[in-house]
């Protein structure tokens, strides 16, 4: 949902979030503001906040949402997001994996620095100019799979999640 229906349910008395958050924004009648809810613990009035670029970011997202017991880590759920969301806190350095996904610590990550012994064995970096030396890195049950590739249904699912 767009900030507007969020702001209404928040003046009604309800807790909006955004896929990937742990807390979530309720509105505070006594204080005639917006109380945020943060994954460490602390409650913040908005217009005490220092990251304004950060804040009015997610003012303007179109993926609002209920915060509720299922979907917001500090009321004991789990946060989900979508596949675009994934690729953004991989480049942030963050593991992240599928729900549904079997096997236990299977997850995804951005790697660097990659470099591989060819059968000379010669160590070659593969820094390129146009495409750097990046890719997914898939760390499974059997190892780590370099160069892992999304499938459709990777891409379009919302049950993308934090990895530990």
């Keep these: 949902m767009k900030f507007d229906e969020a702001m209404k349910i928040m003046k009604q008395g309800g807790k909006v979030k955004l896929p990937s958050w742990a807390g979530y924004w309720r509105w505070d009648d006594a204080k005639q503001t917006i109380v945020m809810h943060c994954k460490d613990g602390n409650v913040l009035d908005i217009r005490e906040t220092v990251r304004v670029e950060y804040t009015l970011d997610n003012i303007m997202s179109d993926e609002w949402e209920l915060a509720a017991d299922s979907n917001t880590p500090i009321l004991g759920g789990v946060a989900r997001f ?35 012994v ?36 990777d891409m379009l699912a919302e049950d993308w999640m934090f990895a530990e």
């Design 82 to 116: 979508s596949f675009s969301d994934a690729i953004k806190y991989m480049k942030r350095g963050m593991k992240v994996a599928r729900e549904g996904w079997n096997g236990k610590k299977q997850y995804i990550e951005l790697a660097s620095n990659i470099s591989y």
């Design 118 to 153: 060819n059968a000379a064995g010669e160590s070659i970096n593969t820094e390129h100019d146009a495409i750097g030396n990046r890719a997914i890195a898939f760390v499974g049950t059997s190892g780590v799979q370099m160069g892992w590739l999304a499938s459709q249904a």
